[in-house]
């Protein structure tokens, strides 16, 4: 029987190094979430970009996918798929003739290879029978990406996504938000202190078994999966903006502070000249023009106009809910104005998927940037 003061002593060397992570994360994060004050209130999204860059502005890069999978069904481009129970798969299937943006699309081709194997077409064609969609060909089957269930391909997923946004990284460095190298100081301590942790692991997990102490190597495993879990909830690599993408973090701010008012201040602003979105005569106002309305009569009555305009501007600032963390209250505000599918739900399920996928997959990307560092390093003191 294992002495419990050594137990006890042990437990307190192992939580050192989560706690010295959990403080490196939290200085992280309290930067990450930082916005700069904007001097007004926005009700618009911005007109530049697109809402993988807006999302990376804001550094919502673990709510990024949740968004623009938001977008595509508010847009009219695709439907998220569902069945009954928290269990089961989710899929999101373009609509036919569906005009995606090319970065749309390179975002989608990150769910599913381009190209299967029979084995991968096989294990496709059934998930889509748990969906209720049979087709016994894949040429006959409709255009459906899995989020979870039978039909994932993690593996590919996870390449994909860790290249799309570094493309989208890429992409914001040339449009002039950003400058070149983010930084990423607090993901290189945290992934040297896995590694140091991992190797130390890897000593004392030997010697245990050794000894025969299984209380001992289920320590050290639970303590190196406590510190790589240190490490998926630190933010991703800080970018560093230029003059241009601080202007469109000022612009989102301000559309933060407009979701966070009151009902009756969203009200009030859409019944104003300047925030409705069409006049009495049809006519698109700026606004209106922004979220990419078309021109056409519309009822008299005040109050209809107005509800009409809250609802199409309540669903356009969905994906936006996502990113700042607000998708509960605007999910409930979208149902209340006659929604018709379950957002909530939706937004539920898509949130919790992808923010742990995406987490994982930084957390391995970085870890393996430090390997090939230390490695790179070590090659040097050979030579």
């Known amino acids: 029987m294992p002495d419990p003061f050594e137990v006890i002593a042990f437990l307190l060397i192992a939580a050192v190094p989560v706690l010295v992570g959990l403080l490196i994360a939290g200085i992280a994060r309290a930067v990450a979430n930082r916005l700069p004050a904007s001097p007004v209130v926005e009700f618009l ?7 993988f860059e807006h999302a990376l502005a804001v550094r919502a890069d673990r709510r990024v996918l949740t968004a623009a999978l938001i977008e595509l069904a508010v847009q009219g481009k ?3 798929l569902t069945t009954d129970g928290r269990r089961g798969p989710v899929a999101v299937q373009v609509r036919p003739g569906a005009a995606l943006t090319g970065e749309q699309r390179e975002f989608l081709r990150a769910f599913r290879p381009s190209h299967m ?34 039909g994932t391909f993690r593996r590919h997923r996870r390449r994909h996504l860790s290249e799309f946004l570094d493309n989208t990284r890429r992409r914001m460095t040339s449009d002039g938000y950003t400058r070149r190298n983010p930084i990423s100081v607090h993901l290189v301590l945290l992934s040297l202190l896995f590694l140091a942790v991992l190797v130390v692991g890897l000593v004392l997990l030997l010697g245990a078994v050794v000894d025969g102490s299984w209380l001992g190597a289920v320590a050290v495993v639970a303590e190196v999966a406590l510190v ?22 000022r612009h989102l701010a301000g559309l933060r502070s407009y979701m966070e008012l009151a009902e009756q201040e969203r009200l009030r602003v859409l019944q104003s000249p300047e925030g409705a979105l ?3 005569a049809g006519a698109l106002t700026v606004g209106g023009q922004v979220l990419g309305l078309e021109a056409q009569p519309v009822a008299g009555d005040p109050v209809a106009q107005s509800r009409l305009d809250r609802f199409v501007l309540t669903e356009k600032l969905l994906p936006y809910a996502v990113l700042f963390r607000q998708e509960k209250q605007w999910s409930k505000e979208f149902e209340r104005l006659g929604g018709g599918v379950n957002v909530s739900q939706h937004m539920r399920m898509l949130g ?11 957390a391995i990307a970085i870890v393996i940037e430090v390997i090939r560092l230390v490695g790179g390093l070590l090659s040097l003191f050979r030579n």
């Open 45 to 51: 999204p911005p007109q530049e970009g697109s809402i």
């Open 78 to 80: 695709a439907r998220v």
């Open 117 to 150: 194997g029979p084995r991968q077409e096989r294990r496709y064609l059934r998930a889509l029978g748990d969906l209720g969609i049979e087709s016994a060909s894949l040429a006959e089957a409709p255009e459906v990406f899995f989020v979870r269930g039978h």
């Open 228 to 249: 790589f879990w240190v490490l998926t909830i630190a933010p991703g690599p800080l970018l560093r903006f230029t003059d241009r993408g601080r202007e469109l973090r």
């Open 278 to 280: 069409r006049t009495p």
């Open 352 to 362: 919790t998927t992808f923010e742990t996928t995406v987490a994982v997959v930084q």
